[in-house]
């Protein structure tokens, strides 16, 4: 195989019209399929992609033949169950974030998966993780597991530039619902944070959480959470997001014994490296009032590159082997959806410790109940302004 055929699902939505934007820069791919439930969208995109075929339905297009890959770019409820139904076809799978709503449903489509490659043992999943390509992070990332910044001792997110506006939520009749989207901040703009979290420092082992159920906004859902953290080594942890406050602002701080990582404004990363280990210094100096000598290094890592297309021609190339290994691998999205889950699930209980990983079967008991007893009434409008998502990531 020497080019991989690529069919879109989801193909009118916003996130769908950027990957298309950028097929035709793709090198060993092709669009072969495109797939979308709305008529009115499927024929506008039959005439900008000419010669293309269509489909009303994903799993019509899976069947086809006209396929070695889907790109998934549907409402979230639909990731794992088109993501499955691939697996089974053999027809390799790079989904939108998040993987699916819960970290219960991410587990069955990883199962799938390893079912599926029993049969197929070449057939790839990945997830569009896209900040994973941004150099910034993938220094932090390097930094933080080849014992650079040592044994971890705290680690705090302030991610509040998710600002949305009232008609972003009305835009669609699935945005900010339970039933329609699962959940607010934290599944819809936080798992690509979510997943960097995990990333860099690994998974805790019990949280706390407030949750500010449409404090800012006219939905039923989170668009404010405060969580605390532990982990089994007794480091901590705070993940404090919002997309009702502006301007925002994104700062990343992980403390190690060796010294302090940050992310500062403009990509650049300092890292305050300490000159002996902290906690070999906070018991040996003999002086009351010391202080560890510090020498700050600042980074400034090289343009990020146009991330989707980065994630979407590795994905390619694994394919095609061209590459050995996906810069996102699907499976791992069940990791920060467990993060994820469990704060929604303590600030639904008042800020309630959650052990992780999390009961998942309660979790999905929770969603549920609040999607059966919904009494909530979306005003959605039918007219926004412009919705370039462009500078959202």
């Known amino acids: 195989m020497d080019q991989a ?12 019209n950027l990957h298309r934007s950028y097929f035709k820069d793709l090198t060993g791919a092709t669009l072969s399929a495109i797939c979308d439930i709305d008529p009115a969208k499927l024929g506008r995109l039959a005439e ?4 293309v075929p269509t489909y009303t339905q994903a799993e019509a297009l899976i069947d086809s033949g006209d396929v070695d890959a889907i790109l998934i770019a549907t409402p979230h409820y639909f990731h794992p169950t088109y993501a499955q139904y691939a697996f089974k076809a053999g027809v390799h799978v790079l989904t939108e974030k998040p993987v699916a709503v819960t970290a219960k449903a991410a587990q069955e489509s990883n199962d799938a998966y390893a079912a599926a490659i029993k049969k197929h043992p070449k057939l790839q999943y990945a997830a569009m993780f896209n900040q994973r390509t941004r150099p910034q992070w993938k220094q932090i990332k390097k930094m933080c597991d080849d014992g ?7 680690v705090e997110w302030v991610i509040t530039n998710w ?3 009232q008609a972003y939520y009305d835009s669609g009749g699935w945005r900010a619902t339970w039933a329609g989207e699962g959940g607010g901040v934290l599944i819809n703009q936080c798992p690509h944070n979510l997943d960097l979290f995990q990333w860099f420092v690994g998974m805790p082992e019990k949280l706390w959480a407030i949750a500010g159920i449409g404090k800012y906004h006219h939905i039923e859902v989170e668009d404010d959470i405060t969580a605390m953290m532990s982990f089994k080594n007794g480091a901590t942890g705070t993940f404090i997001t919002s997309t009702g406050q502006t301007p925002g602002t994104n700062r990343l701080t992980i403390v190690g014994d060796n010294g302090t990582l940050e992310s500062v404004e403009g990509g650049k990363v300092v890292f305050r490296e300490a000159e002996q280990n902290i906690r070999h210094f906070c018991m040996s100096t003999p002086e009351r009032f010391a202080n560890v000598s510090v020498t700050e290094h600042v980074i400034s890592p090289p343009q990020s590159p146009p991330e989707h297309r980065t994630i979407t021609q590795n994905f390619v190339n694994v394919i095609l082997g061209k590459d050995q290994k996906l810069i996102a691998p699907a499976v791992e999205g069940v990791h920060g959806l ?6 929604l699930l303590s600030g639904l209980r008042g800020g309630e410790p959650v052990k992780l990983p999390t009961d998942r079967d309660a979790f999905d008991a929770t969603l549920q109940k609040l ?8 005003k959605e409008s039918k007219t926004t302004g412009p919705q370039s998502i462009s500078g959202s990531f």
């Open 371 to 378: 999607i059966k007893h919904s009494k909530f009434q979306k």
């Open 163 to 165: 600002f949305r506006s």
């Open 48 to 51: 900008q992609h000419p010669g």
């Open 338 to 343: 467990e993060l994820g889950n469990a704060m």
């Open 148 to 154: 650079t910044l040592g044994e971890l001792i705290r």
């Open 5 to 16: 055929r690529i069919g879109i699902i989801g193909a009118g939505g916003g996130v769908a």
